[in-house]
């Protein structure tokens, strides 16, 4: 629904005159005296009034007196405009911003059909269980006659499930809830899916890499489902904003989506400032002393995001500013806030007391408090993790300080919506970290304030993912060769390799599932079985960690966050797939490294630009997780780096790869010693990139180079999704590869280093130390690619079947 006009803000007592994001920007500015400036960008977002327009004619007076109730007069045009296309019986997605009003635009036609039809059904899908409860609230607040909205989850008493599949019209539940129960159950559900007229997909964008691609396929096992009785649901989608909704709704749904994209609800005016912490003088650079190995702690670094952003703090507070910071990790909250208040109080004792650090763990009572106190100015200045999201409501705050991209636009603009009161305009400042990405986009506020260019990235292809469902399905009911179709590009080799498994039997009328049993398919569990995170002390279950990344994230001695309370891991058991972990808040941080070898196992598609070669396929990885380093969380100081004993690991994926002839190198001024480090250095950087153009993190993505590939005979360089089969990441990777190298090449160009920093060319999971690497060798690599690369659009060959790269 529309957000409520702003309600105003209570008025505390010491409000300040007037902190005009202006005059407070100039403030922060003139502390960092005659040095380079820090800001790289200031865009003034203006107001927007917004725009309400009629509602549409189909409108039944019941459900426009409902909406009245809530206080809605009128839908803004995007909401209209998106239920229109719905109730014409157009799948949709509905990607705008954060408060924007998308559930007004599904409950609208979706609520009109059911009133216009006593019989029709609508089926909601959420990502979690507390938003489809959400839902159910606001639905069901409406109190329209014969809808009967009801949850349908793991929570579901037993003795409700019949009443709610044999009454309810509108059932709410999420996608784990449609795999495991109603789809298997179809022949229960069959009078609520033949009058399906609405599928609401909310939250869509939370549907990417291989969970995504699971989901895809329950969808398509849902539309199966309709399909025996006849039923061709209408979906409707809704989505934060992104890169190429459209595009990614349709491989969600397998079916063609219109994209409602233009957001007509009404905003607060905000000045955001772009902020690059200024580089540190060399021998300042923390490990430049330190016993760590590796070449790369000599490299000069940034002053660290978290001191930029606790400065920023006390400053504004200094100046009787209401400002909350949001900060990555609970630690680094409790770093800003701690160093904030030491500033302060050497400046004016006693001051310190007005900022504190939010705790994800704060009890409601204690969130009023602090919400009092903030809106009273007892406390002016708040540092928090995101967690802050979920429980506090906070107005009337002045600015807000970002402290590193925080991954998605979503989250950014979530964020800094966060600071605003009544009509008064507000400052947002992003304060970027050491690395290549933040650099990026603090010298390119296009990639922030222009189109998004990130898009919600899947693979419906995946055979790791497409086998087990269409044993599912299967099960379900017997594939025929039209389903096929349906599951898309690789079903048939799926459906093959499951015969021969002996899973499925071929028979004239079409495959059928051979076993009593279902097949077990966790749609979140990928790269083996999960590792379980147990409290040592109290065998308490945690949560789970996904098998691939296991060895990074819960290796003995790892700091492990969980709901932002941090635990060491003392041991992990491979075996008993268990990590044995106690709470403890080192004021260090620890990042896994690893060795990584790679075989190309068959080319999908490639581009042949001459000395330059473009490659997607797959590719064969082994690789194995050597050490971790331990750096302070203040200051990213590297404190040591210490041995691990893990095994190595297999991994069949997807990789995007580029090759270059060694005279094009050699006539771009890259010497052949310097080939090595030009490579690497182009790799990580091409990895932390890889964030912009699909919804990934650098977690989420490994990499190789090589002066010399043993299968591409070439000087090459390798990235690879990190799950089995692929995510989609490599893809899009290809697909967007000349728009992601430009990048790739601006982000090392514009970092003011001399030879390659963390901001750059440096990487944080580098197995090699990284060394070597070499700056302008990067440089001259990309501009070698970028030369030869066609333009975006222009059309790659064919995919090559199982082509052995030579
Ligand atoms: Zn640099
Ligand atoms: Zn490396």
Same mark, same amino acid.
């Given at each position: ?288 002393? &330190?016993? /760590? @190995?590796?070449? +790369? !702690?000599? %490299?000069?670094?940034?002053?660290? *995001?978290?001191?930029?952003?606790? $400065? ?104 800094? &919506?966060? /600071? @605003?009161?009544? +009509? !008064?305009? %507000?400052?947002?400042?992003?304060? *970027?970290?050491?690395?290549?990405? $933040? ?107 996904? @098998? ?259």
């Amino acid at each position: 629904m529309p957000p409520a006009a702003t309600v105003a803000a209570g008025h505390g007592p010491d409000r300040p005159p007037g902190a005009a994001p202006a005059e407070l920007l100039r403030r922060l500015r003139a502390r960092t005296g005659g040095d380079a400036d820090p800001v790289t960008h200031v865009e003034r977002v203006p107001a927007r009034p917004g725009e309400q327009v009629p509602w549409p004619q189909w409108t039944p007076e019941e459900l426009r007196a409902a909406f009245a109730r809530r206080g809605v007069v009128a839908p803004w045009r995007h909401q209209a405009e998106a239920a229109d296309l719905a109730y014409a019986g157009t799948h949709v997605v509905v990607a705008t911003g954060t408060a924007s009003g998308k559930s007004l635009a599904y409950q609208l036609p979706a609520l009109a059909t059911l009133l216009a039809d006593p019989r029709a059904t609508v089926l909601y899908l959420a990502p979690t269980k507390a938003l489809a409860a959400d839902q159910l609230r606001a639905v069901a607040g409406l109190e329209l006659d014969g809808v009967r909205p009801a949850t349908y989850d793991g929570d579901t008493p037993r003795a409700e499930r019949e009443w709610i599949r044999r009454h309810s019209r509108f059932v709410l539940t999420n996608p784990d809830m449609l795999h495991h129960g109603v789809l298997p159950g179809h022949a229960h559900w069959s009078g609520f899916l033949r009058r399906l007229a609405y599928v609401v997909v909310d939250e869509c964008h939370t549907y990417r890499g291989v969970f995504g691609s699971h989901v895809s396929h329950v969808l398509r096992r849902l539309r199966r489902q309709c399909a025996r009785f006849g039923r061709t649901p209408v979906f409707l989608l809704a989505s934060a904003t992104s890169g190429d909704p459209a595009t990614a709704a349709g491989r969600l749904t397998g079916l063609p989506v219109a994209a409602v994209t233009d957001d007509a609800s009404p905003r607060g005016g905000v000045t955001f400032a772009l902020w690059e912490p200024p580089l540190l003088p060399g021998d300042h650079a923390p490990g430049a002393g &330190g016993q /760590a @190995g590796g070449a +790369g !702690d000599l %490299a000069p670094v940034r002053r660290s *995001a978290l001191r930029e952003t606790a $400065d920023l703090l006390a400053d504004a507070v200094a100046s009787g500013v209401r400002t909350l910071a949001f900060v990555r990790s609970r630690k680094g909250a409790e770093v800003v806030a701690a160093t904030a208040r030491r500033a302060l109080d050497e400046a004016v004792p006693g001051l310190g007391d007005r900022v504190a650090a939010y705790r994800a763990g704060y009890l409601r009572e204690e969130r009023r408090e602090l919400e009092r106190a903030l809106l009273h100015g007892d406390l002016l200045g708040l540092a928090s993790t995101n967690a802050l999201e979920l429980g506090v409501d906070l107005v009337g705050l002045d600015a807000v300080l970002i402290c590193g991209w925080p991954g998605t636009r979503a989250s950014l603009w979530q964020q800094a &919506g966060r /600071a @605003g009161r009544s +009509g !008064d305009e %507000a400052l947002a400042v992003l304060v *970027a970290r050491d690395d290549p990405l $933040d650099t990026y986009l603090v010298h390119h506020p296009e990639a922030l304030f222009g189109r998004p260019v990130e898009a919600t990235v899947l693979d419906p292809a995946n055979p790791y993912v497409l086998a087990p469902q269409l044993a599912c399905a299967a099960a379900e009911a017997p594939l025929t060769p039209a389903d096929l179709d349906l599951f898309g590009d690789g079903a048939k080799e799926a459906v093959d390799s499951l015969v021969a498994a002996g899973a499925l039997r071929q028979r004239p009328t079409g495959w059928y599932w051979r076993h009593r049993e279902r097949p077990e398919v966790d749609l979140r569990g990928e790269g083996g079985a999960p590792v379980c995170v147990v409290e040592a002390a109290t065998g308490r279950l945690l949560g789970t960690v996904d @098998g691939g990344s296991a060895h990074f994230l819960v290796h003995a001695g790892a700091v492990h966050l969980h709901q932002g309370v941090s635990y060491v891991v003392d041991s992990l058991d491979l075996d008993d797939g268990c990590a044995l972990v106690h709470p403890e808040e080192p004021d260090w941080s620890t990042h896994a490294r690893d060795v990584t070898s790679l075989t190309v196992a068959s080319v999908r598609s490639y581009v042949d630009a001459g000395p330059v070669g473009l490659f997607l396929g797959e590719v064969d990885v082994t690789s194995q997780v050597v050490s971790y380093q331990r750096r302070r969380i203040s200051s990213g100081e590297v404190i040591d780096t210490r041995p691990l004993d893990l095994p190595a690991r297999e991994l069949r994926t997807v990789a995007v790869w580029f090759t270059l002839s060694p005279e094009s190198l050699a006539a771009a001024g890259v010497e052949p010693a310097d080939v090595p480090g030009a490579l690497h250095a182009a790799e990580h950087a091409a990895i932390g990139l890889l964030p912009l153009m699909a919804t990934c993190d650098r977690w989420d993505i490994g990499g190789l180079s090589t002066a010399l590939h043993p299968d591409t005979e070439a000087p090459t360089v390798f990235v690879y999704d990190g799950h089995p089969g692929g995510a989609g990441f490599a893809e899009r990777a290809y697909g967007t590869a000349a728009q992601w190298l430009r990048a790739t090449r601006d982000a090392i160009a514009e970092c003011g280093c001399e030879a390659g920093c963390p901001s750059c060319v440096q990487s944080p999971k580098c197995g090699n130390g990284n060394n070597p690497l070499s700056k302008p060798g990067a440089l001259r690599v990309l501009d070698v690619v970028l030369a030869n690369l066609p333009a975006p659009g222009a059309a790659a060959l064919p995919r090559q079947g199982d082509r052995r790269a030579e």
